[in-house]
């Protein structure tokens, strides 16, 4: 138990203790029965109190959800970005809500998608405002893919442009290297933990750099 829980919890018990020691007197039996509670009441209240304040350190929650929350997306949060699972290619406001999502700090460099539903391969672009390094930025180009590969029903690739470059990966390269299942992921919390292990490791990381595709606009 949290420390602090634990010596708030204390003092209440002492506080207890104080207050079954000292019997009224002076007041008739109406009055007795009601103070009497007022110990028990109050302490309650403490407890609860005691409780709402320190149940996340005790219960052991990341402290960094919250703020891995907000920097995966200024207007989706990460406990409603798996409502978008099912989304399809076609429908442009999903698909653009989970590639900003999938930006997080970057999101503000994104300058509008551009989405290929006529034929397959299924896709889309991600035009930037921001020159992107495929090495340097391997970690935002595999996150952004691998959210919009685990929620979006049929899509195959992504891209990123920026002037006269693109980026591109696919989600067959990735579930054939890696032995994934994109689509089979149901929660966010097995998604993270799937990039983070990837990311975490340089060698894998550089195998991720080697499947991202650069072409040049003629």
């Known amino acids: 138990m949290h420390k602090e829980l634990k010596d708030s919890l204390n003092y209440i018990f002492e506080k207890e203790k104080l207050h079954e020691i000292r019997k009224p007197s002076s007041f008739n039996r109406k009055q007795q029965k009601l103070t009497s509670w007022l110990p028990t009441i109050a302490s309650v209240g403490i407890v609860f109190i005691a409780i709402i304040i320190f149940l996340p350190l005790v219960t052991g929650q990341p402290a960094n959800i919250e703020q891995e929350s907000i920097q995966h997306g200024s207007h989706t949060e990460g406990s409603e970005i798996f409502n978008y699972k099912g989304a399809y290619i076609g429908d442009a406001a999903s698909v653009g809500q989970i590639s900003k999502y999938g930006l997080g700090s970057q999101s503000n460099y994104g300058n509008g998608i551009q989405l290929f539903t006529t034929d397959e391969p299924y896709g889309m672009r991600i035009f930037l405002l921001k020159k992107m390094d495929p090495f340097k930025d391997v970690e935002t180009i595999f996150t952004t893919a691998s959210y919009l590969f685990t929620l979006v029903r049929n899509i195959d690739f992504v891209e990123f442009e920026y002037e006269d470059k693109v980026y591109a990966i696919t989600k067959q390269d990735l579930e054939l290297t890696f032995g994934l299942d994109y689509y089979a992921l149901e929660d966010e919390k097995t998604l993270r933990s799937i990039i ?18 650069e072409t040049t606009i003629k």
């Open 196 to 213: 983070s292990e990837l990311l975490s490791n340089e060698q894998t990381k550089d195998v991720i750099h080697q499947l991202i595709k």
